[in-house]
């Protein structure tokens, strides 16, 4: 069963570097046809999607953050990273890592396994 | 950015009715919508994708509808677990954008 687990600090100061990392088991990141991904939730609010990755190394950013965010991976560890810098009040959410399913030839392109989220708080 | 726009916000249902969620995408994305659940203090859940395809596991009362730009999330009849915020999310081209959620509460 692919389960994906975020870690990293619950508490940013304002204009430093939020990190997190997702770590992936039951699935090869580095064989995988699909993406990873990082998808974050405000508060109360809805969803936005961040970035993902593809083990090559590709990447793709919401144009919104892109300036901002860098999205890794590491295959040896089986991990993929989110940096977002200069942060702000504004990115406090809970940040979630999770598959972006590639179906070659097909609709089918969702995320459909997610790590259970972390609280990521932007203050001083 | 493709804008996906989902109504009603919120409503309000009973055990045992039908109820549906419909999205509206700012231009054709063809079939490229996908259904998620969420529950409070819980991550998405994904139910449908392909606009019609139910995801394994997902109960069968569960169904989806549409192409181009009008979807449909439609729950045969609504079960006590089905409670929750549901959202669509559009994967046709980059930036992946969702709904802005409907909120299924109890009536």
């Known amino acids: 069963q692919l389960q994906l687990q975020e870690s990293g600090p619950g508490l940013v100061k304002p204009s430093e570097t939020l990190s997190l990392i997702c770590t992936v088991s039951?699935?090869?990141?580095?064989?995988?046809?699909?993406?990873w991904g990082w998808i974050r939730q405000p508060p109360g609010k809805g969803l936005e999607w961040i970035g993902s990755?593809?083990?090559?190394?590709?990447?793709y950013y919401n144009p919104s953050l892109k300036s901002r965010v860098t999205i890794s991976v590491d295959t040896s560890k089986s991990q993929f990273s989110l940096k977002l810098n200069s942060v702000t009040a504004a990115d406090t959410a809970l940040y979630y890592c999770?598959?972006?399913?590639?179906?070659?030839?097909?609709?089918?392109?969702?995320?459909?396994?997610w790590g259970q989220g972390t609280l990521v708080t932007v203050s001083s | 950015d493709i804008q996906m726009t989902q109504s009603p916000s919120s409503l309000s249902a009973s055990v045992g009715d039908r109820v549906t969620i419909t999205c509206r995408a700012s231009q054709s994305i063809s079939r490229y919508l996908n259904w998620y659940q969420q529950k409070p203090g819980k991550a998405p859940k994904l139910l449908i994708y392909?606009?019609?395809s139910l995801q394994s596991g997902v109960p069968s009362r569960f169904s989806g509808s549409g192409s181009g730009t009008d979807f449909t999330l439609t729950i045969s009849s609504l079960q006590p677990e089905d409670f929750a915020t549901y959202y669509c999310?559009?994967?046709?081209?980059?930036?992946?954008?969702f709904g802005q959620g409907t909120k299924v509460e109890i009536k």
């Open positions: 039951g699935d090869s990141i580095s064989s995988s046809i699909h993406y």
């Open positions: 999770a598959r972006d399913y590639y179906g070659s030839g097909t609709y089918y392109q969702a995320f459909d396994y």
């Open positions: 990755i593809h083990h090559s190394g590709s990447t």
């Open positions: 392909a606009a019609s």
């Open positions: 999310q559009q994967s046709y081209s980059p930036p992946r954008t």
